[in-house]
Nanobody
Framework: VQLQASGGGLVQAGDSLRLSCAAS????????VGWLRQAPGAKHEQVSC???????WYADPVKGRFTISVDNAKNTAYLQMDSLKPEDTAVYYC??????????????WGQGTQVTVSS
């Protein structure tokens, strides 16, 4: 499977963005799919994930602001990000290929998309 992430950009605090992750070569069916991010100088962190086993999972810093969804007909996953904060600034990566969200970072990653939130 190959993943193509898009939708990043430069926005102001409080704005919204929707990231997309298009899969080619295989569908998301029966696999966890989610998003990780890496801020400058920091380790990557898992942001959100969805799977048939785990349902929807969100990291505490984004709960209530981010929403993950999957359109299986389009083989595309989305991350709707609302009420963005400067601390959300990072390169965002989508990933899939594992059966559960706990192993998301061991799967296939797409290229990142930069999200920059100004204060």
């Amino acid at each position: 499977v190959q993943l193509q992430a898009s939708g990043g950009g430069l926005v102001q605090a409080g704005d919204s963005l929707r990231l997309s992750c298009a899969a080619s070569g295989r569908s998301f069916s029966n696999y966890a799919v989610g998003w990780l991010r890496q801020a400058p100088g920091a380790k990557h962190e898992q942001v959100s994930c969805i799977s048939t086993t785990d349902g929807r999972w969100y990291a505490d810093p984004v709960k209530g602001r981010f929403t993950i969804s999957v359109d299986n007909a389009k083989n595309t996953a989305y991350l709707q990000m609302d009420s963005l904060k400067p601390e959300d600034t990072a390169v965002y990566y989508c990933a899939t290929g594992q059966s559960t969200c706990s192993r998301l970072n061991q799967g296939v990653w797409g290229q990142g998309t930069q999200v920059t939130v100004s204060s």
